[in-house]
């Protein structure tokens, strides 16, 4: 933030909010509230989110949000459609963000280390990253504690130097992501970046690259069409366990967040992560406490 609208500490939000009758219970209760306008047919798990957005002249607005589940594959959470929400009205940045799962807080309620349950997805975390300020807070309805941007999305300090310990076929699997890299086509986003994985039992290494529709919506992440080849191929029927899944990027940079909740869905938490240029990580250091919807 600049000017007027530079946050100086975690204080500072709280008493904002406090200020405003925003405290943290009533954040919590209206995120349970706009839970209930949720279209949720597949997950069956309505979500309700609402975030405070900050003007210049540090006045604040709630914005709402519910998750909308048109299909699988064009659902969209709540914690962003709040913040798309706040967008649309004019606020760039914000302060706090409280999710309510209802079904979620019923059914694990005595499950009290199991966080994953109630976290945003790897998605909503890195719009979360983008828009709401380094201390700003989320809430978690049926969590004591808050989470800031960069606990949920934390980006940790690679050692380049494990690029230099790959395997043979670790580095084969990195050049075919290279490859997969200057064959992408992004006409109009120029975000471009290759994939492969490399898979137990089979001497097969399956690459991808992005791909752009004139739409920016439905243009294709190359994670998700080596996992379907993945799977076509039967791997996760014959239990064939991913061993490391490679990026290789243009310049330094990390995995967005959806990217990395697709890895957690089908991959050990401590499967290899390859970024060129960076280092080797693993799921759990990079997406912390991931979703899981049961």
Same mark, same amino acid.
């Given at each position: ?21 925003? @405290? ?25 989110? %609402? ?47 409280? %999710? ?109 690259? +992005? ?40 310049? %330094? ?10 890895? @957690? ?15 080797? +990580? ?13």
């Amino acid at each position: 933030m600049a000017g007027s609208e530079t946050i100086h500490s975690s204080k500072e939000i709280e008493d904002l909010l406090n200020n405003s009758n925003l @405290s943290f219970d009533n954040l919590r209760y209206l995120a349970k509230e706009v839970s209930a306008n949720s279209w949720s047919p597949y997950s069956q798990f309505p979500v309700g989110a %609402v975030v405070v957005g900050i003007d210049q002249s540090k006045n604040l607005k709630v914005f709402s949000g519910t998750n909308v589940e048109p299909t699988v594959s064009l659902s969209l959470c709540a914690e962003r459609n709040a913040i798309f929400s706040g967008i649309t009205a004019g606020y760039k940045k914000f302060l706090a963000v409280a %999710v309510s799962i209802p079904k979620a807080k019923d059914k694990f309620a005595n499950t009290k280390n199991e966080i994953s349950f109630f976290t945003p997805c790897g998605a909503c975390r890195e719009i979360i990253l983008q828009k709401v300020d380094h201390k700003g807070m989320i809430l978690i309805d049926g969590i004591d504690r808050t989470f800031t941007p960069k606990e949920l999305l934390p980006h940790p300090i690679l050692d380049t130097n494990k690029l230099k310990t790959l395997t043979i076929e670790e580095m084969d699997a990195l050049d075919l992501a290279r490859n997969a890299l200057h064959n992408t086509h992004v006409p109009y986003s120029k975000e471009k970046y290759g994939v492969s994985l490399l898979v137990e039992n089979t001497r097969e290494i399956y690459s991808a690259c +992005t791909l752009d529709s004139a739409s920016f919506g439905c243009s294709v992440e190359p994670i998700k069409s080596v996992f379907g080849v993945y799977t076509a191929k039967g791997h996760i029927k014959a239990k064939n366990k991913i061993k490391a899944v490679i990026f290789a990027f243009p310049f %330094v940079k990390y995995p967005p967040g959806d990217t990395l909740q697709l890895i @957690s869905d089908y991959c050990d938490p401590t499967t290899k992560i390859i970024i060129d240029n960076m280092g080797v +990580t693993t799921i759990e250091e990079l997406l912390p406490w991931a979703f899981k919807l049961s």
